[in-house]
């Protein structure tokens, strides 16, 4: 890639992620050249610029790279001079010819970041890691297809870049094509267009691993499943390993016809479970440990990991994205990672995925909690067996929803907001003297929480 089309992308970028952002991340680096194993080397005038624009821009810049020019398979930022620095010519053969547009690119580049080392196991996702980690060994052939699925942003492309770098190198010798299975689709229709086809199928059947990423995107593309079934049995009849992802499980993925399915269905189905809290600290943890290198005297409170992996519970890209927020903004304004700067920081990310708990859920939670019926806790009676649990439940719903006073009022019978009021103040008052009551709310809490 040259330093002209080097300038044409700049303007491209600009277009898509907006001026501003522009200005700030992407004017200031500075592209080097290209090293052996199709590294594209970026100059930058701080490792601070360099992480942001890998972890923010990366998969965007990789993608328009690699179009350019389809050796590029890597990113690497490094700190230099810029001034004095002149580009690093590209090394021999000098003159790789860039391909032209309407070449039929192989597969997608590779997310470096993506591997074996930087992902992180815990309960609901060590079934997936497991299965991912034998294929990535490239022994024999034990379970084919192997077919990865689950929600958004659950590292289902994550393990399968981490697959295929392990076969790099380990399996030099494999030839390994990862690709989503829109890419499928496009480099099916452009073949069609150009009258390719056989080459298309040349290049699909000569892979000995083949991983498509998103295979529901082929559901009711009539041809393209029909091109992707014959592409499959063509490489299982030559016992080459093929991995799949998809959001669903090959029976819920609608418009998709039965003998796929059935295909699908006929190596190992493993699923990536939604994170719990556990996993979702061990991620920040491990995430925090690399920021730390990058910026060893950025002091972060006890705490803050523990209240976004409780508090940000939607998606791992969602979690992360939190925390190079976080990162960026406190080296930025040259703060310490405090829990008012996180709230500060966060308030927009921490409101949308705040879960929306009602107060009917908090009512049933409170009554199953003290043994009482529903309508007890609702209703008029002021024993104190049916008041206490009564003002524990305003309380929580005080807390975590967030509704009036009068309206708590009158979801609890019809109660004036004064009621309300002084019930959440008993049990402030006696959260603090009664070890019973302030673990009974913990307890609650978790529970509508979790
Ligand atoms: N267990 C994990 N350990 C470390 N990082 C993880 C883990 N799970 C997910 N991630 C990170 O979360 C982000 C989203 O993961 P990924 O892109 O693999 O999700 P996905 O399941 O393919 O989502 P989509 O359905 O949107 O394609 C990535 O940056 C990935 O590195």
Request: hydrophobic fraction near 40%; aromatic fraction near 8%.
């Amino acid at each position: 890639m040259t330093k002209e089309q080097w300038g044409a992308l700049q303007d491209q970028l600009s277009s898509t992620i907006g001026e501003n952002n522009y200005k700030t991340w992407i004017k200031p680096i500075e592209f080097s050249g290209i090293e052996p194993g199709g590294v594209a080397v970026f100059n930058v005038p701080t490792n601070f610029i360099g992480s942001y624009v890998s972890q923010n821009y990366g998969d965007l810049l990789l993608a328009k790279l690699s179009m350019l020019d389809a050796d590029v398979r890597r990113l690497k930022f490094q700190v230099a001079n810029m001034d004095a620095r002149p580009a690093q010519p590209r090394p021999a053969p000098a003159a790789a010819p860039t391909p032209p547009t309407n070449d039929l690119l192989p597969g997608a580049p590779l997310d470096a970041r993506f591997t074996f080392d930087s992902f992180v196991v815990g309960k609901p996702n060590e079934l997936a890691h497991a299965a991912a980690k034998r294929v990535g060994e490239g022994g024999q052939v034990t379970f084919n297809p192997l077919f990865l699925y689950g929600g958004v942003g659950l590292g289902k492309t994550h393990l399968m870049h981490a697959i295929a770098w392990e076969l790099r190198t380990h399996r030099p010798d494999l030839n390994v094509l990862y690709l989503s299975a829109e890419q499928f689709m496009y480099r099916f229709v452009q073949a069609l267009r150009e009258r390719r086809m056989m080459d298309f199928k040349e290049l699909f059947r000569s892979v000995d691993v083949l991983m498509v990423d998103d295979v529901q995107f082929i559901a009711g593309k009539d041809s393209t499943q029909e091109e992707f079934f014959h592409t499959f049995n063509a490489l299982v009849d030559q016992n080459k390993q093929i991995i799949i992802s998809a959001d669903r499980a090959p029976d819920e993925i609608k418009d998709l016809e039965n003998r796929i399915r059935s295909r699908l269905q006929s190596g190992l189905v493993v699923d990536l479970h939604p994170t719990d809290y556990e996993l979702r600290l061990g991620i920040l943890q491990s995430k925090v440990q690399n920021y730390r290198e990058q910026y060893p005297s950025l002091q972060l409170d006890d705490g803050i990991l523990e209240f976004l992996a409780h508090r940000i519970s939607t998606n791992v890209r969602v979690l992360e994205g939190a925390l190079t927020r976080l990162f960026a903004f406190a080296s930025l304004v040259g703060q310490p990672i405090t829990m008012e700067l996180t709230q500060d920081c966060l308030s927009d990310v921490l409101r949308a995925s705040d879960r929306k708990i009602s107060i009917e859920e908090i009512q049933r939670k409170v009554a199953e909690h003290y043994h009482i019926r529903l309508s007890d806790l609702i209703g008029p009676k002021r024993v104190r067996n049916f008041a206490r649990p009564r003002q524990v439940a305003m309380y929580l719903c005080k807390q975590l929803t967030a509704r009036s006073l009068p309206e708590i009022g009158r979801r609890f019978g019809g109660r004036d907001h004064t009621t309300v009021m002084h019930g959440v103040k008993r049990i402030e008052e006696l959260r603090s003297q009664d070890s019973q009551i302030a673990d009974d709310i913990e307890l609650l809490r978790r529970a509508l929480e979790a």
